[in-house]
């Protein structure tokens, strides 16, 4: 997946280009899925930089599997949240995609504004409510400065890590609520595995009733989907 720059991605004879990004604040994700065993080779005239999320393969669906190109315009977009929980979704690899067992998105979350939240989990499969998924945080900011808190916790331990530009963190288990420092935007790439398409996940029961949400921050979305105009992005 492309964070900035711009690339052309080579595979079974066709070229692919991917970009340009001039950073994950200032556009909408590029990125390309190649199923198991896919030969490929990257080239960049300038720099670049690339996200490589993968996962084992089950075996179950690969023979179906075909690469693919993920334009900006067909990525998602989701307000999630309200008032100073607010944040934006932008799935790039969701549940109905055609993968064996990948799921990425992004999550822009506005200054000092709370996300993955209310906390939840996913290491049960009990579906639908809920299902097994291991989880990794990519964080990035918009500032050199910046930092958030991302919270770690279930019945065995309690823990609130410090995370800062470049950070990444892996979640097996428990709740994962994350916070971004007043004054600093955040972003952090969701790249997710399991053994179902699904997103599915139980919310800590104490802090359930969250969801009944406030108005959402007016500073969301902090990046522009694509083909929205100013007064789109004003009314919403």
Known sequence: MLLAGQ??????????????RASVFAGYPHAIYLPPGTAFRV?????TELADGRAPATGRRTARLEVRVIRPESCGFEIR?????????VDIIPPG????????????????NWSSYPPHKHDVDRPPGEVKLEEIYYYRF??????????????????????????????RSGYHPFVTAYGYNAYYLNVLAGTRRSMAASDDPRYAGFRKWPAPDARVPLVTPPGWTLRERSSE
């Open 142 to 171: 918009d500032h050199p400065d910046a930092y958030g808190i991302q919270r770690l916790y279930d019945r065995r331990a309690d823990r609130a890590v410090t995370v800062r530009h470049g950070d990444v963190m892996l979640i």
């Open 43 to 47: 080239e960049a005239d300038q720099p």
């Open 81 to 89: 949240g309200g008032g100073n929980a607010t944040r934006q979704i």
């Open 7 to 20: 690339c052309r991605v080579i595979v079974g004879g066709r070229v692919e280009t991917l970009g340009p």
């Open 97 to 112: 995609f055609p993968a064996d067992r990948l799921l990425i998105c992004e999550v822009f979350t506005p200054a000092g």
